[in-house]
């Protein structure tokens, strides 16, 4: 992960955030006591569905159980 320090991302901040609108890759931006990251928002939505769907009771195995079905057995045909 790059690393800017406040003030250079203060300085630079549309040339950071398109750099991480572009290549998916967070920023880390360290602060004297703290740092922040900055991250595209279409990465933060993905990381907060698959937290949601990873707390769902059952859910990871059901994903797991999915993935490894061979997609010749499933049925062709939707039963709603």
Do not use: F, Y
Not at 18 to 24: A, I
């Amino acid at each position: 992960m790059k690393t800017r320090s406040v003030n250079e991302a203060r300085e630079k901040l549309p040339e950071l955030v398109e750099d991480v609108l572009l290549n998916h890759e967070p920023m880390l931006i360290s602060g004297i006591n703290k740092n922040a990251v900055l991250i595209a928002e279409s990465d933060w939505q993905a990381m907060n569905e698959t937290l949601h769907l990873l707390s769902v009771p059952g859910m990871q195995d059901a994903i797991q159980s999915g993935m490894s079905e061979n997609i010749e057995s499933t049925s062709k045909e939707l039963k709603w």
